[in-house]
């Protein structure tokens, strides 16, 4: 079946730069997307790219896919403390459509 | 509505009874999924029905929780003989089917406790 892995945690010092990391299995993927979870709220979509897509830019946030590797990485520019969060990235497969989550990367901030 | 709706927000029940969790997705979205999120913890996969396929319930832990999605809408997830470790908040969410953007959106769960 689809496997999706992040690694458990991530500190930054605020105002760096933080890559967050993900790798999966499924090569049939259509979609993979960036969820971000504030302490005590609920997932919200931050950004998604499309499998055919390398690279997607919005605003502080870029997204690299790597298809080869099937990698794929979210960077937050200038991080702040707002961005203190667990980070899910997500893919859906092809034939089922059914979204796969990775486990979660919990991002910490350092003043 | 405007966006998932899960109740109750809140339930704490005592060991050995049946909950039931109630899930009302978006409008049209065909897909919809449950999830369970222990304190800190990531996402665990419970069972996702699309459309009218048979639903994927490879995710349930045991035979103690099931779920049904009548009319293609409104979902329930049961678990019967509620045990400590099913202590956790129960994530529902909804999705269009492509090839429109398949994007997830979640409700902002129900929160279990049993005591």
């Known amino acids: 079946g689809e496997d999706v892995e992040q690694s458990l945690f991530l500190s930054v010092r605020e105002g760096d730069s933080s890559v967050i990391n993900c790798t999966y299995t499924?090569?049939?993927?259509?979609?993979l997307y960036w969820y971000k979870q504030e302490p005590g709220a609920g997932l919200q979509l931050l950004t998604y790219?499309?499998?055919?897509?390398d690279m997607k830019q919005d605003q502080r946030l870029t997204v690299l896919l790597n298809k080869k590797d099937k990698h794929l990485s979210l960077r937050i520019a200038d991080t702040q403390t707002g961005d203190s969060a667990i980070y899910f990235c997500a893919e859906v497969n092809f034939g089922n459509e059914k979204l796969t989550f990775g486990t979660g990367t919990r991002l910490t901030i350092i003043p | 509505g405007a966006g998932v709706s899960q109740s109750p927000s809140n339930k704490v029940t005592e060991k050995g009874k049946d909950v039931e969790l109630r899930c009302d997705p978006i409008?049209?979205?065909?897909?919809l999924y449950w999830y369970r999120q222990s304190l800190g913890q990531g996402l665990e996969f419970l069972i996702y029905f699309q459309g009218n396929s048979a639903p994927d319930k490879s995710g349930l832990p045991s035979d103690r929780f099931s779920a049904e999605r009548t009319g293609g809408s409104v979902s329930t997830l049961t678990i019967q003989r509620t045990q400590q470790e099913d202590s956790a908040v129960y994530l529902c969410a909804s999705s269009k089917r492509a090839p429109s953007n398949t994007e997830a959106f979640f409700g902002q769960g129900t929160r279990l406790t049993v005591v």
């Open positions: 409008s049209g979205h065909t897909a």
């Open positions: 499924d090569s049939s993927s259509t979609y």
């Open positions: 790219i499309f499998s055919n897509m």
